[in-house]
């Protein structure tokens, strides 16, 4: 029983950490694609002044017309400028501070974030600077409650707008911050009421979303050769004035490090089952010396010695099997209490459970093989000797 606890919590412990290991990585890989796994940003450049540079978006450098010429490239589904301030949202007698965007009518389609109550931004709000306004799940309950926000009004400033829709429930972003806690208005409203620019057209930032399965690569170098030929850098030598990051990158990276964390977990973990393996070399041997002279006695009326080894290779394999099981039983119950009491995102796969069952049959069999050897290689008069 004690050999057989060796292989349960060695057993149980590889469980318990790879399905942690993969319930982070999971977790990680939804963040990451909330933002959108097929998504550009692309920034406006920097300026200098008296060799002071700014950083990226500081420069007027991209415009609403070098959205539309991106839309037109084979690899792009939809384009959306973007502009963000934080603002004061008043609607009756309550108020919530959130981030405001100002955004166009692909913007929903770009993070892959519909709305759920209300109508969707269209063209037209964009064409007339509509006073309509769109709120996260987070904003809504702050400013109404459980009241229907729908047509309601919401002042932004000293501006008013009529909720025309509300959005679907994000969740947390990678940074822990919640992505609900946001509004939505048309970038041409943004700029005419909230936040004016002398340069008209002029913008910051734009998303871009590629087509389903288009080399992202590509796409990239496609939209960095059109933006530098709108822009008219024709110098090879000179620098960009846009910078385009690419989201793939990130969730590649996420991803590499979550993997990297789950096999750290599970190396660490298949120590303990190499300490019951070891545990159960230990009672094998023990078990040869006790039993030397029953195992003389067989030889004697005839027993080969492969019915010896096959005996007691079969002790020790029925040892990490029954450990193996238990240890399935207990790291499972043990992951899900994790993910209960200590609220850890946990995921158990049949590949673990297979590994883990598998590899404790494998250190039964590796571990009991020595003993087993020797206690059939043992002299029957020898045996029958022993005290």
Do not use: C
Request: net charge negative; glycine share 10%; proline share 3%.
């Amino acid at each position: 029983m004690l050999t057989t606890l060796g292989m349960v919590i060695g057993v149980g412990a590889v469980i318990l950490m790879l399905a942690v290991g993969e319930g982070t990585r999971i977790t990680v890989k939804k963040q990451v694609e909330a933002l959108g796994t097929n998504i550009f940003i692309v920034l406006a450049g920097a300026f200098s002044s008296g060799g002071v540079r700014s950083g990226s978006g500081q420069r007027q450098t991209l415009s609403l017309e070098d959205g539309q010429a991106i839309r037109e490239l084979e690899g792009v589904a939809a384009v959306t400028p973007m502009a963000f301030a934080p603002m004061q949202l008043v609607a009756g007698n309550r108020n919530w501070n959130t981030q405001l965007n100002g955004v166009g009518e692909a913007f929903t389609e770009v993070r892959s974030w519909p709305v759920v109550d209300g109508r969707e931004m269209d063209a037209l709000d964009m064409q007339q600077s509509s006073r309509s306004i769109w709120l996260g799940q987070s904003v809504a309950k702050e400013l109404f409650g459980q009241d229907d926000p729908l047509a309601q009004t919401v002042r932004v400033g000293v501006t008013p707008f009529k909720v025309a829709g509300v959005l679907s429930a994000k969740g947390q972003s990678m940074d822990g911050r919640d992505q609900d806690d946001t509004a939505l208005v048309p970038f041409s409203s943004f700029n005419r009421y909230l936040q004016g620019t002398h340069f008209q057209g002029r913008l910051r930032m734009l998303m871009v979303k590629a087509k389903d399965g288009a080399d992202m690569a590509h796409v990239q170098e496609d939209m960095r050769l059109l933006l530098r030929e709108r822009h008219r850098i024709i110098d090879p030598m000179q620098e960009d004035d846009v910078f385009i990051s690419n989201l793939s990158a990130v969730m590649d990276s996420a991803e590499a490090t979550a993997q990297a964390m789950t096999l750290l977990l599970g190396a660490i973990a298949s120590v303990s089952l190499a300490v019951g393996g070891i545990g159960i070399m230990n009672i094998m041997l023990v078990s040869v010396t006790e039993r030397t002279r029953e195992i003389g006695i067989r030889l004697a009326i005839g027993a080969r010695k492969l019915d010896i080894l096959t005996q007691f290779m079969l002790e020790a394999v029925l040892v990490s099997f029954t450990g193996g099981l238990l240890g399935l039983m207990f790291g499972s119950a043990g992951a899900l209490a994790v993910s209960r009491f200590w609220n850890t995102s946990v995921f158990i796969t049949p590949f673990s459970l297979g590994l883990s069952f598998t590899v404790s049959l494998g250190i039964g069999i590796f571990f009991g093989f020595y003993p087993a050897w020797k206690a059939a290689g043992q002299d029957p008069i020898d045996a029958l000797r022993h005290q």
